[in-house]
T-cell receptor
Framework: DAGVTQSPTHLIKTRGQQVTLRCSPK?????VSWYQQALGQGPQFIFQ???????QRGNFPDRFSGHQFPNYSSELNVNALLLGDSALYLC??????????FGQGTRLTVV | GQNIDQPTEMTATEGAIVQINCTYQ??????LFWYQQHAGEAPTFLSY????GLEEKGRFSSFLSRSKGYSYLLLKELQMKDSASYLC?????????FGTGTRLLVSP
């Protein structure tokens, strides 16, 4: 049983560009949450998807958007990248209100 | 983190016991999680408390007091590999909110 998988593992982008990160949840999980983790900080909640809808959203600008597909996989899109968007982006899958399982993350560097 | 407080850093000696405390906002509370995160890696699940009391799992135990908005993670018989960040996370309103984490350094 594959756990949560994310792609790519590392990415370098230029300021102003757009990026798409992908996540496949653990088998049987229907809820996908995205987090941004800056160096030395805890993960910050970006948003959560359930039944292909954004169910919850953290304090992130509209440049951050997402999508969930019928097979529960998900994408995180970030437009107009800023240097401050450089971080580890974590995807977590779960069933509602149960433990979240994390993927290995995508390390995004904006230059 | 969102009204989740835990110490920034702790140090301990191999073989010792360490307790990492966490206080959190109680409104909408649905459970308290502890995760371990080694540098450069994803968080891994350690424990989940939804009722008051102590949950023991091998060398790790976690305690919860819902009325006080308080939890702790207890690590016994510390090993060098336990050097990591320990993240306290509160489940509420269907989302998991993390503290900033406690960096634990275990020395010989």
């Amino acid at each position: 049983d594959a756990g949560v998988t994310q792609s790519p593992t590392h990415l370098i982008k230029t300021r102003g560009q757009q990026v798409t990160l992908r996540c496949s949840p653990k088998s049987g999980h229907d809820t996908v949450s995205w987090y941004q983790q800056a160096l030395g900080q805890g993960p910050q909640f970006i948003f959560q998807y359930y039944e292909e809808e954004e169910r919850q959203r953290g304090n992130f600008p509209d440049r951050f958007s997402g999508h969930q597909f019928p097979n529960y996989s998900s994408e995180l899109n970030v437009n107009a990248l800023l240097l401050g968007d450089s971080a580890l982006y974590l995807c977590a899958s779960s069933l509602t209100n149960t433990e979240a399982f994390f993927g290995q993350g995508t390390r995004l560097t904006v230059v | 983190g969102q009204n989740i407080d835990q110490p920034t850093e702790m140090t301990a000696t191999e073989g010792a016991i360490v307790q990492i405390n966490c206080t959190y906002q109680t409104s909408g509370f649905n459970g308290l999680f502890w995760y371990q995160q080694h540098a450069g890696e994803a968080p891994t699940f350690l424990s989940y408390n939804v009722l008051d009391g102590l949950e023991e799992k091998g060398r790790f135990s976690s305690f919860l007091s819902r009325s006080k908005g308080y939890s702790y993670l207890l690590l016994k018989e510390l090993q060098m590999k336990d050097s990591a960040s320990y993240l306290c996370a509160r489940m509420g309103f269907q989302k998991l909110v993390f503290g900033t984490g406690t960096r634990l350094l275990v020395s010989p």
